[in-house]
């Protein structure tokens, strides 16, 4: 089984710190994504890569970047977190083609 | 018109029941679909992939529409397990390649 793991479940931060979510995979997939998913507005693409050092912005990048350094890492960054980034995170990958995305379980972060 | 949208819910049956949810997509060139569920607090999991022939995996069915643009999932046989919300995701071609789109998911709650 493919595994997609987020470094944590649970992480609470403070207003301005700068905050790195670190996602990992293990079986070789190219593309890579990040996910917010809050009530009532479901899963909203943040970034997104396809390849070792590329990375393309996805419907919400503000206030966020991310690094694609290895295959397997797919880091999102908040430059300087706010309260309205509390949130659960999700990153998930899948090779290209029709294929469905495999999600890690998940990151929900709280800015205080 | 939304890309891809979902009758939220929820979605209250009692075990035993059969329930089926839909699913509309605004893109005729969507190419590839998927049902997943997604237990409270939990990722994402990918529940199937949608065939044009539709397809079948123990008590859940999918089917797709394309005349009508629209994916479908039947649960026979309602199961307490079975409450979850239950995201669909389509694929189409072309912009912001290989991307799926999601629905925000519809809840469902069996009911002993």
């Known amino acids: 089984d493919v595994k997609v793991t987020q470094s944590s479940r649970y992480l609470v931060k403070r207003t301005g710190e700068k905050v790195f979510l670190e996602c990992v995979q293990d079986m070789d997939h190219e593309n890579m994504f990040w996910y917010r998913q809050d009530p009532g507005l479901g899963l909203r693409l943040i970034y997104f890569?396809?390849?070792?050092?590329?990375?393309e912005k996805g419907d919400i990048p503000e206030g966020y970047s991310v690094s694609r350094e290895k295959k397997e890492r797919f880091s999102l960054i908040l430059e300087s977190a706010s309260t309205n980034q509390t949130s659960m995170y999700l990153c998930?990958?899948?090779?290209?083609?029709?294929?469905?995305?495999?999600f890690g379980s998940g990151t929900r972060l709280t800015v205080v | 018109r939304k890309e891809v949208e979902q009758d939220p819910g929820p979605f209250n049956v009692p075990e035993g029941a059969t329930v089926a949810f839909n699913c509309t997509y605004s893109n005729s060139a969507s190419q590839s679909f998927f049902w997943y569920r997604q237990d409270c607090r939990k990722e994402p999991k990918l529940l199937m992939s949608v065939y044009s022939s539709g397809n079948e995996d123990g008590r859940f069915t999918a089917q797709l529409n394309r005349a009508s643009q629209y994916i479908s999932l039947l649960i026979r046989d309602s199961k307490l397990s079975d409450s979850a919300t239950y995201l669909c995701a389509v694929r189409n071609y072309g912009g912001s390649q290989g991307n799926l789109i999601f629905g925000k998911g519809t809840k469902l709650s069996v009911k002993p």
């Open positions: 998930a990958s899948t090779i290209p083609g029709h294929y469905g995305y495999t």
């Open positions: 890569s396809y390849d070792v050092k590329m990375k």
